[in-house]
């Protein structure tokens, strides 16, 4: 067989003459080679038997429907998270009480070095429809709540927080966590709310904490002229005019008598009683500021009175530690929108001792602790105190006076540590 035979594999079905595999026509017969394959027409499908696969479909449809729409969901957002369920929509948000549905979504704060901090992280849970507090309602469907900080990695910072509850003090709040911490510098941390409903979704919610260190000035007697009332008076003025308003400014004090008043306006001021011989204020000393001002510390002051007048008389927020008040009409008198604690003072022989009538809500400070209240007329008045938070008076003595506490306003007192003699 020849080389061109040997490809000739096809032959032609008329004539059968051999043809190339390719070949479409037979050049000895004239005739086409194409195979022709008859087609046969579609066969309809049933009617009833596609009505039958539509409505597998749509079932299969409304199942997987089911299925995404009743398994559990994560929800995660920064300061807020809309989430909607049977009863109705609703906004859970991290914000400040001035305005609950405005989302938080940062806390920029300050903090002296090495002094602690303590500041609350509120969930506000409101109606989408209306904008009402459905935060009562809204707990009924949480199986569990939890916080957590996390801080940048390497940061040497101390931060802490209490796990989501209701809290006395926060009355508008749904929960709140209080938040402490304490630092020689500067830092960041995220905080992470985490809900866990009945039906199984979780809720997070983030916010981010930025804590920047607060300038601290410290002036000392032998360093600035503060031997005299008018000395001091003429130090605190200028401070105030000259010192920015967020920095902490410490007046560690000589060991004199001050004589006549005295007054710390337009910023705090952190007040020292010199260790030996001690810092006596015979006239009566008064702090103006706002609620929204840093705390006033005084610290190892005796406040010496002649049976008249106010020792210690703020509009400001402010903490007397270790100090005494004696012979005063009033030993110390928190008014306006301050909120004021004393801790670890002697109130004696004062027609008043402590007195609390203020209208604002400054909360800072539950405890009231370690104080001796000694033969004064009335111990304690409680006129007008701006929160329900009880007032611990833990290991305060109540000694030979007229009235213990004269509880005007209904406050919520714990007593049940305090002494009475």
């Known amino acids: 067989m020849t080389e061109e035979a ?29 195979r022709r394959i008859q087609r046969r027409p579609p066969r309809p499908v049933p009617r009833a038997l596609r009505y039958a696969a539509v409505l597998v479909l749509a079932a299969a449809a409304l199942v997987l429907t089911l299925f995404f729409a009743t398994r559990p969901r994560t929800y995660d957002g920064w300061g807020e998270v809309i989430y909607t369920d049977s009863d109705g929509t609703y906004q859970l948000v991290l914000a400040w009480p001035e305005n609950r549905y405005q989302p938080a979504y940062e806390l ?8 602690p901090y303590r500041v609350p992280s509120r969930l506000y849970i409101n109606h989408m429809d209306s904008g009402a507090d459905a935060g009562a ?47 020689e510098e500067d830092f960041s941390a995220q905080m992470v ?35 005299t009332t008018g000395e001091l008076q003429a130090l605190i003025d200028e401070i105030a005019a000259t010192v920015e308003p967020e920095a902490v400014v410490n007046l560690y004090l000589p060991a004199v008598t001050y004589e006549g008043s005295l007054t710390l306006s337009g910023r705090s001021f952190n007040l020292y009683g010199a260790e030996e011989g001690g810092t006596v204020f015979a006239g009566p000393v008064r702090i103006d500021g706002s609620a929204d001002s840093q705390i006033s510390y005084l610290y190892d002051i005796d406040f010496q009175g002649e049976g008249t007048g106010v020792g210690l008389s703020t509009a400001a927020r402010a903490r007397a530690v270790n100090c005494t008040f004696t012979g005063w009409k009033t030993g110390f008198l928190g008014y306006g929108t301050a909120w004021v604690n004393v801790i670890g003072c002697t109130f004696e022989g004062n027609e008043t001792g402590f007195h609390f009538n203020s209208l604002g809500g400054s909360v800072n400070h539950s405890m009231y602790n370690d104080n001796v209240f000694r033969r004064n007329g009335t111990a304690v008045v409680l006129e007008n105190v701006p929160s329900d938070l009880a007032l611990n008076f833990e ?8 009235t213990d506490i004269d509880n005007r306003c209904g406050q919520p007192v714990d007593i049940s540590r305090a002494i009475f003699q």
């Open 6 to 34: 040997s490809i000739l594999t096809q032959t032609c079905p008329h004539c059968g003459a051999p043809l190339h595999p390719d070949a479409v026509f037979c050049p000895y017969c004239a005739r086409s080679v194409n």
């Open 108 to 115: 920029n704060l300050r903090s002296e070095a090495g002094e």
């Open 137 to 183: 309602l809204f707990l009924q469907k949480v199986a569990s709540a939890e916080a957590e900080l996390i801080l940048e990695e390497g940061s040497p910072a101390v931060l802490t927080c209490s796990q989501p509850a209701p809290h006395s003090a926060l009355p508008d709040a749904a929960l709140a966590s209080l938040v402490d911490y304490e630092a």
């Open 193 to 227: 709310w985490t809900l866990h409903m009945d039906r199984g979704d979780t809720i997070r919610l983030r916010q981010d904490y930025h804590v920047t260190r607060i300038p601290t000035y410290d002036y000392y007697p032998q360093d600035v002229p503060m031997g």
């Open 395 to 402: 290991n305060s003595v109540f000694s030979d006076n007229e």
